[in-house]
Each structure stands twice: as C-alpha cells, then as structure tokens.
C-alpha cells in the first residue's frame, strides 16, 4: 500500500514538472518576409483561380505569392511607390450573394493588403492584362468594366479616391498613350482615344478611321506595347502598329507574319497571350499553331521571331508541346517565358532560342503571365 502511494506521489510530481515545463516555453511569433528589389527578370504568373506567382526567371526562384481574388483580371504594379494595384470582386457568399468591387492596394515589398478603394460593381472578371492600366501621370489607374456594358473607371492612387466612371459603349481594353490618354479597340473596326484632365475627368475623345473589320479579319484583343505605341495584329496574321500624335490617331499600313508557303501549310496566329516585343532588340514573338479557320484559341507548337524593321522571320523554337502564353523580358539579354498547357513554364534565351529551365510548379493552370 505504502508502495502504491509512493508511486502516485511520484508520478504527480512528474506530471506536474512536465507541465511547469510547457508553461515555461515561449510562444513562436509570426514574422515578416519581405521581397527585394525587383529585376526585370521577374514575372508573375496568375493562376486562372486568382493567385499572382511571382518568380526571378533568371533563377527558376519563387520571390513571393500575392493573395488575389478568382475575378482579378490582372494587376499594375507601380515600382515607384512601392505598390501592386488590384481590381477585385467579392461575393458575400464567395461565388454568389451581396457583390463588392475594391481596387486594392498591396505593398510590393510584403506584398499584404493595405488598403482599398470602393469603385462600381462591374470590373471584367476575364484574364486580359489591358484590363487594368496606370496613366503616364502615375496618378491615375483605369479600370475596365463589362456589365455586359463597357466603361471604364478611373482611380487617383496618390488620394486614394474613386474619380469617376466613363461609358465607351463598343470599346475595349485600356492601351496608355502620352498625355494622360489611352487608346480602346473599338467593334466597329475602330480605335477610340480618350484623354483625361488632371482631375481624371474626361477631357477629349477621338475615333479613328475604320482599320479592320469583325467578319472578315478581326483584331485580337491581346495587343502589345511597342517604343512609342502599340501593336496589334489579326487573326490572318496582319500587324498593324498604332501611335498618337497631336490628337490624332495613326496605323500604319499592315504587313503578315505568314508568308504564301506558311498559309498553305495553314500556320495561324492563335493562343493566350499570343505575341510579345522586345523594344530594345525591336524584335516580335509570335506563338503559332497549323489549323483550320477560326482556331485562334488554339495554343501553340511554336514561335517565330521576327526582326521588325525588316519585317522577316529570323528564328522558330519548336516548343515539343502545347504552349498558352508568352512573355519577354525587357533588358539586354532577354528570357522568353512561356506558360504550357500541361502545366509547368519553361524558360528560353530569346538570343541562342535555348531552353534555360522548366519551372514545374508555377501555380494552378497560369492564365496570365506579368512583367514587373
């Protein structure tokens, strides 16, 4: 008996040893990574279901993930003042119920949320990077909205107010120009420049002449920026390069990245982001794929590279698989980024056309692909 109670005694005083010994630990903190100075080397992948990757492409390195919503269409970083814009959509009910649209603005370096901006409810949901853009003032970010109606909505980032809403009935995407201005794709076969006062109020507005036409040769609405304007090009493969000077709206005459022997073998211009340039190297990257008519969404098996002064095809990468969207980096020895339809992204030199790395996890099915 004496034993048994010795033991419990004993038993009772390691228990409660043990038990001053967990009180005793200190509890961890959460601490705080921050990113470092973005290279022009880094991108940002968004996964189709919301989440921005972001990566170093010249190590394959992770650098950070932004939390976005699934309804993000894309975001506008502003490397000056160490910020990430965000137009994003909320459902009380996360797919259905009370619905709320905020520009948020996330701080480049922690990449957390702080702060939001209330705009109107009708923020185009869909993956298009000129959904989203920063005026050449650094002030004021425009908006696409698609309701099925199209405005657009202007933010000024250095108060942190919503300025107002522009309807552009027929027009879209947000292309900056000079002044304060962007150029919209217009389904009339126009382009439409709208230009801002500096409290972001609609100052002008101008149309161009008719350069293509919906039935016959479409523009795609995934246009690139060039040194001094934009490029846009068909689905028949015309280039068309687009500038603003003195109010006016200029398009050059077209030339086609398919030669007659490309066309009977029935290459066609098709993908995500379809195209991208160098403006250093003035060079076009064009994802292709051979198909029928209307099988523009098709992706890719390969890109050609064009020298655009010359307008003639220097080099072709057979990519082994199907391909989505493209990406160049803008510095003197670019990398050519190139989202796949299984999944992983693979890296290529855009001068040897050599691949440099497959990144294998890169988000789920990237739909959008970034610079910073």
């Known amino acids: 008996m004496r034993g048994r109670v010795l033991n ?19 509890p961890e903190t959460v601490g705080k990574t921050t990113m470092g100075e973005p290279t022009t080397k880094w991108f940002m992948a968004k996964s ?28 506008q970083p502003n490397l000056k003042r160490g910020e990430i814009y965000a137009a994003e959509t909320y459902y009380s009910r996360l797919y259905h119920g009370e619905r709320s649209d905020v520009l948020t603005i996330y701080d480049l ?3 957390s949320p702080g702060f939001e901006i209330e705009i109107p409810k009708k923020v185009a949901a869909l993956s298009f990077r000129q959904y989203i853009a920063l005026l050449d003032d650094d002030r004021h970010l425009a908006i696409f909205n ?10 000024d980032v250095r108060s942190r107010d919503f300025v107002g809403e522009i309807s552009t009935p027929g027009c879209a995407l947000i292309l900056p120009v000079a002044d304060r201005a962007f150029l919209m794709i217009c389904g009339d076969g126009t382009l439409q420049l709208v230009g801002l006062d500096r409290n972001g109020g609609e100052s002008k507005r101008i149309r161009s002449d008719a350069f293509f036409t919906i039935d016959e040769d479409p523009v795609f609405d995934k246009p690139v920026p060039t040194a001094d304007g934009w490029q846009l090009v068909t689905y028949e493969g015309k280039i068309f390069e687009v500038t603003v000077a003195n109010d006016s709206i200029q398009i050059s005459e077209p030339w086609s990245v398919l030669s007659e022997e490309d066309s009977d073998e029935k290459w066609r211009v098709g993908g995500g982001q379809l195209m991208d340039v160098h403006v250093g190297m003035d060079l076009l990257l064009m994802m ?6 209307d099988t523009h969404e098709e992706p890719g098996t390969e890109i050609w ?9 220097i080099a072709r990468i057979e990519t082994g698989e ?23 992204v693979h890296i290529y030199d855009v001068k040897t ?20």
């Open 8 to 26: 419990l005694l004993a038993g009772f005083a390691l228990t409660t040893i043990a038990t001053s010994a967990v009180f005793a630990i200190e």
């Open 48 to 75: 189709a279901f919301g989440a921005g990757y972001i990566f170093d492409g010249e190590s394959g390195e992770m650098m950070g993930l932004l939390s976005l919503t699934t309804f993000t269409p894309a975001v």
């Open 109 to 111: 370096a922690t990449l």
């Open 146 to 155: 698609m309701t099925p109606a199209q405005s657009v909505s202007i933010v």
């Open 288 to 293: 292709m794929h051979q198909g029928e008519v």
């Open 305 to 313: 590279i064009f020298n655009r002064e010359t307008q003639r095809r």
């Open 322 to 344: 199907p391909i989505t969207n493209i990406l160049v980096s803008q510095d003197e020895d670019p990398i050519l980024i190139v989202t796949t339809e299984a999944g992983p």
């Open 353 to 372: 056309t050599r691949k440099l790395r497959t990144i294998d996890n890169a988000g789920t099915f990237p739909s959008l692909l970034q610079r910073f």
